[in-house]
């Protein structure tokens, strides 16, 4: 038994129906033993998909005989569910030593300790297997030193990278990996999934649409009450458009602290604004407010996208809320 403990929470894995397909034909290639040495996948959710990634790996390793289905079982799932296989390496955003804040990348240390891994003979039978998730926070300098173990692979060696978006991984690594991707769910899939997930059939669709289809942030959204959190929102913006509140009350109101709903809560208010005017005739004034809506839409992808400093992130807002009030008084 390996003393250490697990620098994050153990992770149960787990599969969703669209996401199977994809797992069978990974075990299917490994029986086959023509499993890609280096292999990128894309999920096409902004859910966390560690589980996903865990489920993966344990139906690889997994020695019992119902393929793609890790077991729980055998001794490669039960060293799976410990976080102990000695064999497989993680690699994932950390904790920062000093800060104890969640680091920002992925550092070229990580990953200098997963090619040292990768060197060392194997303890079991199945062969090595590497997860880098999320694959897109690799910096540039830890994509650079993973360049080489992704052309000279140590033999019996499967390096699987899971990413939310291959776009933002180098080309220098997209070109030494096989892709694939995972599709989110068609619509009517989606919508029995929700349900099935509880989601009461008459928000289904809503929510649906709130999450640009993607079904399983639609389930987080509604279980992180969303719907609740935009009406306060829209309460307080209307406070704040109509002078009776000032900025920073009204910024320090919105109690959001994470960053993915912030950018949903301004985005469906805004997308909101501009249906409404759009079921307007578009005089020469409402076609000017349009433009201006549409272009603060763009700029909060843009800008609050790539921010992961709080009080940053607030002053945007600050400056995004100024620019509408100044377009909607
Ligand atoms: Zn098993």
Known sequence: MKSETPVFELIQPSVLEWQQNLVNQFVELKQ????PHAILIELRTAVDSRSFGWHLVSA??????TPGKPCGQCQACQLMLANNYPDFTFTTLVDNDK???LNKDIKIDQIRRLIHQFTLTRNLQAGKIALIYPAEKLNKSSANSLLKTLE??????TLILLTHNAG??????????????VENPNEKLAEEWLTKQSVPTGQVSEYLSLARKDAQLALQLFQQEFKQQQDHFSTLLNKYILNQMDIVSMVKSLKITDNEKLRLVLK???????YNL??????????????????LLTKIDSTL?????????????EDVLISLKQLVK
Do not use: F, Y
């Open 60 to 65: 690889l390793l997994c020695q019992s005989e």
């Open 278 to 295: 759009l079921q307007n005739e578009l005089t020469i004034a409402l076609k000017h407010k349009l433009s201006g809506l549409i272009t």
């Open 152 to 157: 000279e692979p140590s033999s019996g060696s």
């Open 99 to 101: 800060t104890h804040k």
């Open 305 to 317: 996208q790539t921010e992961d400093n709080n009080l940053n992130l607030l002053l945007q807002l």
């Open 268 to 274: 469906t208010e805004l997308q909101n604004m501009i």
């Open 168 to 181: 933002r991984l180098p080309i220098t690594i997209r070109s030494r990996c096989q892709k694939w991707v």
């Open 32 to 35: 086959q033993q023509k499993l």
